[in-house]
Nanobody, 126 residues
Framework: VQLQAFGGGLVQPGGSLRLSCVVS????????MAWLRQAAGKEREFVAA????????YYKNSVKGRFTISRDNAKNTVALQMRILKPEDTAVYYC????????????????????WGQGTQVTVSS
């Protein structure tokens, strides 16, 4: 299974970006999917997750109302729409897949995920 994330870039504060993650090798419907990020000099942190059936979504408190995670299992893709971006959103964003269905409290734990994308840089700066 491979995950490929893309869509990062440089954006001004208040702007928007849409990240995408393509899953190959197995149907994306086999996995709960998530986005995590890692800012320079900091630990990786959970951003958002979506269950394999799209039945539930979960967000880091600081991105609620600004970020939206979605998926299209027919296209084996997961997206993260980011709006009203702030400088503190600057980080490398990773998509990740979990084959087991863990309780939502486990989404912040890196060991939850079986597969990772390569990361895409998001820089929010004027």
């Amino acid at each position: 299974v491979q995950l490929q994330a893309f869509g990062g870039g440089l954006v001004q504060p208040g702007g928007s970006l849409r990240l995408s993650c393509v899953v190959s090798g197995r149907p994306s419907s086999s996995y709960d999917m998530a986005w995590l990020r890692q800012a320079a000099g900091k630990e990786r942190e959970f951003v958002a997750a979506i269950r394999r059936s799209s039945s539930s979504t979960y967000y880091k408190n600081s991105v609620k109302g600004r970020f939206t995670i979605s998926r299209d299992n027919a296209k084996n893709t997961v997206a993260l729409q980011m709006r009203i971006l702030k400088p503190e959103d600057t980080a490398v964003y990773y998509c990740a897949a979990s084959e087991r269905r863990y309780p939502s409290g486990y989404f912040a734990d890196d060991t939850t995920y079986d597969y990772w994308g390569q990361g895409t840089q998001v820089t929010v700066s004027s």
